[in-house]
């Protein structure tokens, strides 16, 4: 299915070109061919629409998670939460870490490197920047004003 906006994804490539175009370290953005990047937003969508969310949606017929009751618009911090979610899943999305994170592996050892992984790591979003901009609307985030 193509990228539509509302259906399958928050933002289109426009909206997420326009966002990038004024921030710094998106060489994977910049560098990944149209059919990636749909897929990058399509994902970030489903990754946002994975989260505990406080509210309801506003219109129970809606496709997407957003908006959230009492608002009839994706909220900006939204679809550039989303286009954040997009670039750390470019970079980093489908690293060794994470896999092992998902699967549930608490200690990694590789020679006289090791980590070790909190219980739940690798779910949830790998952007930072996106788990900021979604505060509002997650359940369990505390807004410090």
């Known amino acids: 299915m193509a990228l539509q906006e509302g259906i ?3 933002c289109t490539i426009e909206y997420a070109e326009e966002y990038f175009s004024g921030k710094i370290y998106t060489e994977e953005w910049d ?3 149209a059919t990636t990047k749909e897929k990058a937003l399509k994902e970030a969508t489903r990754q946002i629409d994975r989260q505990p969310l406080r509210g309801r949606k506003s219109d129970r017929e809606q496709t997407l998670a957003f908006p959230r009751y ?7 911090a939204v679809k550039e939460a989303c286009c954040e979610e997009a670039l750390a899943l ?5 690293s060794q870490r ?8 608490q200690s ?3 020679g006289n490197m090791s980590e070790s992984y909190a219980a739940g790591a690798g779910k949830g979003l790998l952007s930072q920047e996106a788990k900021e901009l979604l505060r509002p609307w997650l359940i369990g985030a505390v807004n410090i004003t």
């Open 90 to 94: 470019l970079e980093r999305g489908n």
């Open 31 to 33: 560098e990944a061919d």
């Open 8 to 10: 399958n994804t928050y």
């Open 108 to 110: 990694f050892s590789l």
């Open 98 to 105: 994470r896999k092992l994170q998902q699967e549930g592996v």
């Open 70 to 76: 009492p608002d009839t618009e994706v909220p900006e």
